[in-house]
Every structure is written in C-alpha cells, then in structure tokens.
C-alpha cells in the first residue's frame, strides 16, 4: 500500500484511491454513494481513508448537493444555563441526521446580533435556530428574503420570521405575579436583567399587581453577584420586602445569598422566585422556587422544524407553544 501523504499536505481523494487500488470515480462513490458499490470495495477504501488519514471536503459537496450541512445556532449568552438544555438536544438531533452546529453569541447587543446573522447567512447554513425573536426589523426581512428555514425560540409571537417554539413570557409574568398575590404578599420586589425577554415578563408581573413594583436592574447575563446587588438595592428602597421575583435562577441564587448573609430566613422573612429550572435550582437551601421551561423540548423540536424544511416537507405547525409550569420549592413555600 503507498505511504501516507506527508502530514504537512492533507490527503485528498486521489491519495484514497490510490491507497485503495480503486479508480477514482470509484473511491467516490464508495464514500459518497455506497449502495452502488461492492462491500469489498467499501471496506477497501473505509481502510485506505482511516490509513491516510483523509478528511472529506463537505464544502465542495456542498455546492453539488446545495447542502451545507450546518445549522446556526445563535444564542445570547453560553454563561446562561438555561439556554444549555435547548442548544444541547438541538445539537444532538440534528447529528443523528448527519448536521452540526455552528454556535454565535450575540452578548445581548442589537448590533452584534446583526452582525452574528450576517455573518451566517454568508456560510450558506441549512437552518437558523436563534434564542428570543429577531428584533431588528431590516434584519427580519433580510432573513425572510435569504429562504433559509429560521427558527426563533424560547419567546412566542403571531408573525415570526418564519418557524418558532416557544411560550409567552407576559404569561409567565402574569402567571408569577398571580401567585405572588395568592401568597398574600403585597411588599414585593423584581430583580431583572434588562433583555428584552426578562423585560417582557417584568411588565407581566406588574400588570398582575395592576401597579409598578420596585425594581432592581442588572445587566445580561445575569449571576449570583449581580442577584446580590439587586437584593441589597431593594432592600435599601424597601425595608420590609416580603418577596423577590427574579428573571433567572442564577440572579435568585444570588438574592438567595445575600438574604442568608443579612440574617433573614427565607422564605419566612423574604421570599424567592427565579426562572429556568437550572440544574442547580432544586438542591440549594432552601430549593429554588422557579419557572420550568421544557428547554429540551425547545431544542428537539426547533431542530425538526430544520430538518422537516431541509427535506422540502410541509410544516402544519409553524408555531409551536411549549407552555411553561411554576414548581414551587422551599424558597416560597
């Protein structure tokens, strides 16, 4: 068998079918289209490949098939755990149908997200997956016109881009603020960062309170320092604070913190609400109380919507809501 080209050229094609004793066109369609190819021949060029160690050019198959084989996923942040479910299953579906991931942060910032889905447009994906909905209108439309399936997530709308999964986060904030109310709560505070989402289920909140609530703002994404500061600011506009809403589990563990460091017993002195359901949500002390989102739901079906379009199949539903439930724990109970 010929040796292996030398590890500073990459084997091509030619260098497998020549490790194969195959022509050409052979070693392709042995790769490429193996139902027309012998067994023998198969396993022959499978070894000649592992030998020269050849990588196929998905590129320039690509052109051919008018395939990529990426999909975009874009989100705002990989540091928010709740988006890791719905990236995670996204990915793992579309593998098991021969696709990959390419992931893009937009940092919360309107012009890096223009940025981010220009730049993905450019490489030709077979599918955009992108976390919350597409907020400038240019880049709508300019999405709408490329025909690439698009898939907006974990926010509902009646005109998306083009496919979406989701939930509403006004109910989300209607739903928590109802529950606070039914608790008998009256001194309540939110503690939020300022994404559009988290901002969506901040007015929510206080459309069930029929009232504004003091506020504590913070900046995406959101932690357990910055859940630390915003208790500590509403306590300073609100000394007998019963009970916090907050847009993240990550901010209430925080807020959770910093009451125990105060000397106040939740939920007894204040109680806690974070939203997310993080991993880590049902074994702090106390549990979080929070807002369950089905982010795997959210990722498995986003990529069926992908992969449905790819194979020119009709979607029935384009919009699909997940829904959302609050799982109360010890932090409120």
């Known amino acids: 068998m010929p040796r292996p080209p030398s590890a500073s050229k990459p084997a091509t094609l030619h260098d497998v079918a020549r490790a194969a004793g195959v022509s050409l066109i052979t070693a392709s369609r042995a790769l490429g289209n193996p139902a027309v190819v012998s067994a023998k021949t198969i396993a022959r060029v499978q070894d000649a490949v592992q030998a020269t160690g050849y990588i196929p050019n998905l590129l320039a198959g690509g052109l051919k098939s008018k395939r990529s084989r990426m999909v975009a996923g874009i989100v705002p942040a990989l540091a928010v755990a709740q988006f890791l479910p719905s990236?995670?299953?996204?990915?793992?579906?579309?593998a098991a149908e021969g696709y990959q991931v390419l992931l893009g942060q937009t940092g919360y910032d309107l012009a890096r997200e223009e940025v981010v889905l220009n730049t993905m447009i450019s490489r030709q994906p077979d599918g955009i997956v992108f976390t919350g909905l597409v907020q400038d209108p240019a880049v709508r439309e300019r999405l709408r016109r490329t025909g690439i399936p698009v898939v907006e997530t974990w926010d509902l709308s009646d005109a998306p881009v083009d496919m979406l999964v989701g939930f509403s986060q006004d109910s989300v904030g209607r739903a928590v603020g109802t529950y606070f109310r039914?608790?008998?709560?009256?001194?309540?505070g939110i503690a939020t960062a300022?994404?559009?989402?988290?901002?969506?289920?901040?007015?929510?909140?206080?459309?069930a309170y029929g009232c504004a609530v003091p506020t504590a703002s913070v900046a995406a994404p959101s932690n357990l320092e910055r859940g630390r500061q915003?208790?500590?600011?509403?306590?300073?506009?609100?000394?007998?604070?019963?009970?916090?809403c907050c847009s993240s589990d990550q901010l209430a563990q925080g807020v959770l913190v910093e009451a125990q460091a105060r000397g106040l017993r939740v939920p007894q002195d204040l109680a806690v609400c974070g939203f997310g359901n993080a991993d880590f949500a049902a074994h702090l002390w106390?549990?979080?109380?929070?807002?369950?989102?089905?982010?795997?739901?959210?990722?498995r079906l986003a990529a069926q919507l992908v992969l449905a379009r790819c194979r020119g199949e009709a979607v029935a539903q384009p919009i699909v809501d997940v829904g959302f439930r609050i799982v109360e724990r010890g932090s409120t109970a």
Not at 87 to 94: A, C, G, R, S
Not at 198 to 204: C, E, F, I, W, Y
């Open 182 to 188: 039914a608790k008998g709560w009256q001194r309540v």
């Open 194 to 207: 300022g994404d559009p989402r988290a901002l969506l289920r901040k007015a929510g909140f206080e459309a």
């Open 87 to 94: 990236v995670q299953t996204l990915t793992e579906t579309l």
């Open 286 to 299: 106390p549990s979080l109380s929070t807002v369950l989102i089905d982010g795997p739901a959210i990722g």
């Open 230 to 244: 915003a208790l500590a600011e509403l306590l300073a506009r609100q000394p007998g604070l019963q009970a916090v």
